[in-house]
């Protein structure tokens, strides 16, 4: 609109041309305004989530992941001795509590308990005494490398070697063989005294209360890197030992070239468990009666009467050989571990193979695969509890205990350490 | 063409109309869209998502019930077919998302003869394309069923009935029976194994009962001395060895090796007294898990009964090694995956309500076995998936998945019916 210059005013009545755009415009953003507002006001809200407020971190103790009621077995029949960390622990079965028998000593081996007497242990190429406060004494003499002990009596039957003269022994640690020589057994008194020797090598074995004792004897033939025995003798302590299996009978039930690798001996004394095989050969474990009826058998190859033979299983090796229980309660475990490949020179602990443990039920002869599989890779300790109710067996990945006789019971407990033995009583 | 919303000098009356209501129409509209815009800016703004917009695709409802563990890694691992209690055969998604009725095998209610104790006897099982159910009349004949129309088609001549469990290929194209004239509860004269097609057409046939078909049909591990196995009774298994269906064989494990495996764990094992009690074959058929035990052992003392020997066999140099496997008072399944690992059971006692934990030990293809626990559990009837990945304990009641390469990673919900195979594929959604 406007005024013409030099015209009279006049009133335009020409109503205002709508703009439609502007005020479309102006309604869209009051729209939008408004229904944002809304479209706010009205949307359902969410449910809040509950407050996560950070708990202090409890470590819980290890718990069996199956079969509370092993454990419970397990916990009945009393604290059991393990290994790990330079340290001797006293460990509860269900795996919570442990205490420390001796800081200072890692052994390989645990004698088991007598009333009284202090424990007996096997570490470091000596057989010690480890008392209350954890003081450890040597008992072998110096000069001898303990590699095995065994209960004789009141005393403590150890087998080992002695080292070769120094210019044998460069030779022989260039051939890269072992720079010791066998040597014959000690029984050496807990109290001490002058110790005396046993034509036995290593292994060795005795009977619960330690009056028949058994081990390896005869020539030594080469096993790895080092020498083992082709015979199995036993006796008294004290007493003449008698051979039980000759080198001949030995390389019959298992094969050429054969050594003896474990020996136990049944806690009556009436039976000897051998393990024995070659290197990277077969192997066999032989249940010898220690009184065989009849005497030998009419053949010199032939096992003595009343003897029992079962074949392990190609490329394993017997590593362990238990004794439980007496008359027709008496069991037998035999832990066998995988040799195959890289695994034959390896320790327990550092086998990635695994194995399998045999029962056997002597008097009914019946005998099954008890635990196989996972459960032993890379398992390095076994034992039957103090009352033969349960069999634990320690590996890097847990602790598996299983009821002796029910096998299939078993529990998992995530302890570490390598278990020694299992006294079922504080030392 | 005049543009429309030009305002002329001089409007015509029904101009004037027009321009009215487009004065009023494109503000209203304009405001209804800012409305809308706004809105739905707003929604968003709280909810995060689109109002306007379908909802998302939100998976449909579970379909079974009770359920533990992460149900969404069993997506894409085929169907299980199951018989629900209304006879109805029916396929379901593992994950619990899908199902679909395949139909019904009402008369397969039987079992055979001489599988009175083989777990999943008397249930039909359903053939990897869910189009045929395999089972029992109630006579104990086999007997397969077209799910589509319930075509029902005996397996074996009348008056015969089955001597062992009905094996088929993986397929379910390759069906194998065993059949005979039954004498007695569970014992079978001259029995026969006929390897059909699963339109009845036989392909093969001979004397005694196989012990497992080859995954593609073309093979069976049978009994070693078919004059034992064919005579007037399925006498004991003294040996394995491979039937091809070109009729020729090949000695798998003799009878001596079977001795000489059986004496590794029970000394009293001797000729004469060692029998075959399963073998399996693996799924490139270059392999067999054969079990032997001494025949008639003493009765179990205390806990303790005498063990078998789980053997595997190389098929080609006939070398065999024990697979150590725990059996100190049952024995329990073995089965082969797809990809060559395989599986053997412990199951517990039955009659132990407290330490019932079965064990599982799985051998992968590579590497070292593993062992999968499961407690409060004493069925050990099992089943690879399709793809190997998966184990399921499919008995009890509840089926258990366990991701074999991870134990840890386990769905459990309540069977919605009894397990009658996996089949394979993606699934129906």
């Given at each position: 609109m406007g005024s013409l210059l030099g015209d009279a005013d006049v009133w335009d009545d020409t109503p205002a041309r709508p703009r439609p755009l502007r005020r479309g415009l102006a309604g869209l953003c009051a729209g939008l305004i408004v229904g944002l507002a809304v479209g706010w006001a009205v949307a359902p809200r969410p449910v809040p989530s509950a407050p996560v407020v950070p708990l202090p971190a409890a470590r819980p103790p290890p718990q069996p992941e199956q079969g509370g009621a092993v454990v419970d077995q397990a916990i009945l029949a009393g604290p059991m001795l393990a290994t790990g960390l330079g340290k001797l622990q006293e460990v509860q079965p269900n795996g919570i509590s442990a205490r420390v028998i001796s800081a200072g000593s890692a052994p390989v081996a645990i004698l088991p308990a007598r009333k009284g007497a202090p424990l007996v242990a096997l570490g470091g190429d000596a057989v010690v005494l480890i008392d209350r406060a954890g003081t450890v004494s040597q008992l072998n003499p110096s000069g001898f490398r303990a590699r095995g002990m065994a209960w004789a009596g009141s005393k403590v039957l150890a087998c080992g070697r002695r080292p070769l003269p120094p210019d044998q022994g460069q030779i022989a640690d260039a051939a890269g063989e072992d720079r010791t020589r066998n040597a014959p057994a000690l029984l050496l008194g807990v109290k001490g005294g002058k110790p005396s020797e046993v034509e036995l090598a290593c292994p060795v074995g005795s009977s619960a209360g330690g009056d028949v004792i058994a081990g390896a004897g005869g020539a030594q033939v080469p096993y790895r890197s080092t020498t083992r025995g082709t015979t199995v003798l036993a006796g008294r302590p004290g007493g003449p030992l008698r051979t039980l299996l000759s080198r001949a009978q030995l390389e019959a039930a298992t094969g050429p070239g054969a050594s003896v690798g474990a020996i136990a001996v049944s806690p009556d004394g009436e039976l000897v468990a051998v393990a024995a095989g070659a290197a990277g050969g077969r192997w066999a474990m032989l249940l010898l009666p220690v009184h065989p009826a009849g005497g030998q058998g009419p053949a010199p190859a032939r096992l003595p009467a009343g003897s029992r033979r079962i074949a392990v299983a190609p490329g394993y090796e017997a590593a362990w050989l238990g004794f439980t229980g007496e008359g027709a309660a008496l069991r037998l475990a035999m832990v066998a571990v995988d040799r195959r490949g890289g695994l034959g020179e390896q320790v327990l602990a550092n086998r990635a193979g695994n194995g399998y443990v045999l029962g056997y039920d002597p008097a009914n002869q019946v005998a099954a695969v008890i635990l196989a599989g996972p459960p032993l890779e890379r398992a390095d300790g076994f034992a039957f509890s103090a009352d033969g109710q349960v069999f634990a067996v320690s590996a890097r990945r847990g602790w598996t205990l299983l009821r002796t006789e029910q096998p299939s019971e078993r529990a998992t407990l995530p302890i570490g350490g390598t278990l020694l033995a299992w006294p079922g009583t504080s030392p | 063409m005049r543009p429309?919303?030009?305002?002329?000098?001089?409007?015509?009356?029904?101009?004037?109309?027009?321009?009215?209501?487009?004065?009023?129409?494109?503000?209203?509209?304009?405001?209804?869209?800012?409305?809308?815009?706004?809105?739905?800016?707003?929604?968003?703004?709280?909810?995060?998502?689109?109002?306007?917009?379908?909802?998302?695709?939100?998976?449909?409802?579970?379909?079974?019930?009770?359920?533990?563990?992460?149900?969404?890694?069993?997506?894409?691992?085929?169907?299980?077919?199951?018989?629900?209690?209304?006879?109805?055969?029916?396929?379901?998604?593992?994950?619990?998302?899908?199902?679909?009725?395949?139909?019904?095998?009402?008369?397969?209610?039987?079992?055979?003869?001489?599988?009175?104790?083989?777990?999943?006897?008397?249930?039909?099982?359903?053939?990897?394309?869910?189009?045929?159910?395999?089972?029992?009349?109630?006579?104990?004949?086999?007997?397969?069923?077209?799910?589509?129309?319930?075509?029902?088609?005996?397996?074996?001549?009348?008056?015969?009935?089955?001597?062992?469990?009905?094996?088929?290929?993986?397929?379910?194209?390759?069906?194998?029976?065993?059949?005979?004239?039954?004498?007695?509860?569970?014992?079978?004269?001259?029995?026969?194994?006929?390897?059909?097609?699963?339109?009845?057409?036989?392909?093969?046939?001979?004397?005694?009962?196989?012990?497992?078909?080859?995954?593609?049909?073309?093979?069976?591990?049978?009994?070693?001395?078919?004059?034992?196995?064919?005579?007037?009774?399925?006498?004991?298994?003294?040996?394995?060895?491979?039937?091809?269906?070109?009729?020729?064989?090949?000695?798998?494990?003799?009878?001596?090796?079977?001795?000489?495996?059986?004496?590794?764990?029970?000394?009293?094992?001797?000729?004469?007294?060692?029998?075959?009690?399963?073998?399996?074959?693996?799924?490139?058929?270059?392999?067999?898990?054969?079990?032997?035990?001494?025949?008639?052992?003493?009765?179990?003392?205390?806990?303790?009964?005498?063990?078998?020997a789980l053997v595997l066999v190389d098929l080609a140099s006939r070398h065999w090694e024990l697979v150590p496997s725990e059996a100190p008072t049952s024995t329990g399944p073995v089965l082969w995956a797809p990809n060559g690992a395989f599986a053997h059971a412990l199951p517990p006692d039955s009659w132990d309500p407290s330490g019932a934990n079965l064990l599982v030990t799985y051998a992968p293809p590579v590497g070292t076995p593993t062992l999968l626990e499961v407690s409060h559990r004493t069925d050990s009837r099992m089943v690879f998936s399709p793809d190997g990945a998966w184990l399921l304990l499919h008995g009890g009641g509840q089926w258990v998945f366990i991701r074999v390469e991870d134990p840890s990673l386990r769905v459990t919900y309540v069977a919605p019916g009894e397990f009658a195979g996996w089949l394979p594929g993606q699934g129906t959604r």
């Open positions: - | 429309r919303l030009r305002w002329p000098a001089s409007a015509a009356p029904e101009d004037g109309d027009r321009a009215g209501v487009a004065a009023v129409g494109v503000p209203v509209l304009l405001l209804v869209a800012g409305l809308a815009l706004g809105g739905t800016a707003g929604w968003r703004s709280v909810t995060g998502r689109a109002a306007a917009a379908p909802g998302a695709p939100v998976g449909p409802p579970l379909l079974v019930r009770s359920v533990e563990g992460p149900i969404e890694e069993l997506r894409g691992q085929g169907e299980i077919a199951y018989a629900g209690a209304d006879g109805v055969i029916a396929a379901l998604t593992p994950d619990g998302r899908a199902r679909r009725a395949l139909g019904r095998a009402t008369k397969l209610r039987g079992k055979p003869a001489g599988a009175a104790f083989e777990p999943g006897g008397t249930l039909p099982m359903v053939s990897a394309d869910g189009a045929v159910a395999y089972g029992y009349l109630d006579d104990g004949s086999p007997a397969s069923v077209r799910l589509a129309d319930a075509r029902m088609l005996r397996l074996s001549p009348p008056g015969t009935v089955a001597a062992t469990a009905i094996r088929q290929s993986a397929d379910g194209a390759v069906v194998a029976v065993c059949t005979g004239k039954r004498r007695g509860e569970t014992e079978v004269d001259s029995p026969v194994t006929s390897i059909a097609e699963r339109d009845g057409r036989q392909l093969a046939s001979f004397p005694g009962c196989l012990l497992d078909l080859a995954r593609d049909g073309r093979a069976a591990l049978v009994p070693e001395d078919p004059a034992g196995a064919s005579g007037t009774h399925q006498g004991p298994v003294r040996g394995v060895r491979l039937w091809r269906r070109s009729g020729s064989y090949r000695p798998v494990l003799s009878p001596a090796a079977a001795v000489e495996a059986a004496s590794l764990v029970d000394p009293t094992a001797k000729s004469g007294n060692v029998v075959v009690d399963g073998a399996w074959l693996a799924p490139d058929a270059r392999r067999a898990l054969v079990r032997v035990a001494v025949a008639d052992p003493p009765p179990p003392v205390g806990g303790w009964r005498s063990g078998p």
